[in-house]
């Protein structure tokens, strides 16, 4: 597997055209991030706006390279019990169960409280072993032997405590376990981190990883897109919904559209028939593009404008 995902993560053009072939359009420097994490062995820290691909990067690189994507959601208060491991203490309890008579026998053989304590030592070595481990995300990730692609999605939402708690995996693939000791990846992972900028993360986390910032794009970049997730639109209907959105992103609103959104109005005008972007149409589901009511009311002051030029732009003479 390893070979094989060399020969695919070979060259930039390679994965500019591999990641392609799964739907996702990735530009140079996307591609340039994903080709030196591999060879690096570093992480890449992902950060812009939601909406934009970050999280379906990860998941186009797994499809791509053929790797299980293991995808860990982070939140405030988020711990290592959640996101590294944590002990089958229903398990233990049973077999501490099925073996009562047998500890009860062995205790009886013990003529002091040292001689026992001693042998109950012995016995804990065995309940926390790897056979009562149960896995989470990252250590799932390290113990893939064919390697894996870890997402660490929206590291910004975590608390810093668990962001310094990350730094030892993303220096050296390995954890550090009390009971067991160091364990270290079969493989390591190609592992992204993805941030909104919801609070800034520490220098420490920064310098580990390789830095990349997906904004939106520009409108060349955003048609592509389209005709990959729409298949089938109109050529004009798409120029139409790209120039519109193009010009919403340029006005002062609480939350531009995303990329995502884009590709769900482009999905909506199809189911709509549309072949022409229309004013009042526009205004019916401008709420998919659209999230809070301010944006919606401080853009529909403009509908009539922005359709129009959309229009022109696509080549309609109105």
């Not at 060879?39 to 934009?52: D, N, S, T, W």
Request: aromatic share 8%.
């Amino acid at each position: 597997m390893t070979g094989n995902v060399d020969v695919l993560l070979g060259s930039i053009d390679a994965i500019e055209n591999g990641l392609g072939q799964f739907g996702y359009i990735a530009n140079r420097q996307i591609s340039t991030a994903v080709y030196l994490s591999h060879h690096l062995k570093k992480p890449i820290l992902v950060e812009g706006p939601a909406g934009v691909g970050k999280t379906e990067l990860a998941k186009s690189v797994a499809a791509y390279v053929g790797m299980p994507l293991i995808r860990m959601q982070c939140y405030e208060g988020l711990d290592e019990s959640k996101a590294l491991y944590e002990w089958k203490y229903g398990k233990q309890l049973l077999y501490t169960q099925i073996l009562k008579d047998k500890l009860g026998q062995l205790f009886g053989l013990t003529e002091t409280i040292e001689e026992a304590l001693e042998k109950l030592h012995g016995f804990s070595d065995v309940f926390f072993s790897h056979h009562f481990l149960e896995p989470r995300p990252l250590l799932r990730a390290l113990q893939q032997e064919n390697g894996a692609v870890l997402l660490i999605d929206e590291i910004d939402k975590s608390d810093q405590e668990f962001e310094a708690f990350l730094l030892e995996i993303l220096s050296d693939y390995q954890v550090t376990i009390p009971e067991i000791g160091v364990v270290e990846a079969i493989t390591p992972p190609i592992v992204f981190l993805t941030s909104n900028s919801m609070r800034d993360l520490g220098d420490a986390l920064k310098r580990r990883c390789l830095h990349l910032h997906i904004g939106f794009p520009d409108a060349k970049l955003e048609a592509r897109i389209i005709d990959t997730r729409v298949p089938g639109i109109d050529e004009k209907l798409r120029k139409q919904l790209v120039s519109f959105v193009q010009q919403l992103r340029a006005l002062e609103l609480k939350k531009l559209p995303s990329v995502s959104e884009t590709i769900d109005w482009a999905r909506v005008l199809v189911l709509l028939h549309a072949n022409m972007l229309q004013s009042d149409m526009v205004r019916d589901t401008l709420n998919v593009l659209l999230k809070f009511e301010s944006d919606i009311e401080a853009a529909g002051k403009q509908i009539d404008s922005m359709t129009h030029k959309a229009r022109q732009e696509a080549g309609f003479a109105d």
